[in-house]
Nanobody, 118 residues
Framework: VQLQASGGGLVQAGDSLRLSCAASGRSLGRYVLGWFRQAPGKEREFIAR????????HYADFVKGRFTASRDNAKTTMYLQMNSLKPEDTAIYYCAARGLVQTEYDFWGQGTQVTVSS
């Protein structure tokens, strides 16, 4: 699976941003796609996952309704709508994919930088 993340940028606190992750290479029906982020000096953090075949979505607790993941099956693209952005959301955002029965994500996109100024 090849993944291409895009949509990052520099925004102000309180703004919104939508990230995209275009997937290609394989049928996604047996995959789980996820969003992660990594801030400078911090470990990579899970944000959300989508079970592609069913559309079921799970979120990390910290999301608290500010972020919404979605997918467009026809475009094989996953999105992350981020609202009410805070400076602490500044990070490189990655999309990744793993098989349904796997726990580790094998495929990673290149990441897109999100910077939130106060």
């Amino acid at each position: 699976v090849q993944l291409q993340a895009s949509g990052g940028g520099l925004v102000q606190a309180g703004d919104s941003l939508r990230l995209s992750c275009a997937a290609s290479g394989r049928s996604l029906g047996r995959y789980v796609l996820g969003w992660f982020r990594q801030a400078p000096g911090k470990e990579r953090e899970f944000i959300a996952r989508i079970y592609w075949s069913t559309g079921s979505i799970h979120y990390a607790d910290f999301v608290k309704g500010r972020f919404t993941a979605s997918r467009d099956n026809a475009k094989t693209t996953m999105y992350l709508q981020m609202n009410s952005l805070k400076p602490e959301d500044t990070a490189i955002y990655y999309c990744a994919a793993r098989g349904l029965v796997q726990t580790e994500y094998d495929f990673w996109g290149q990441g897109t930088q999100v910077t939130v100024s106060s």
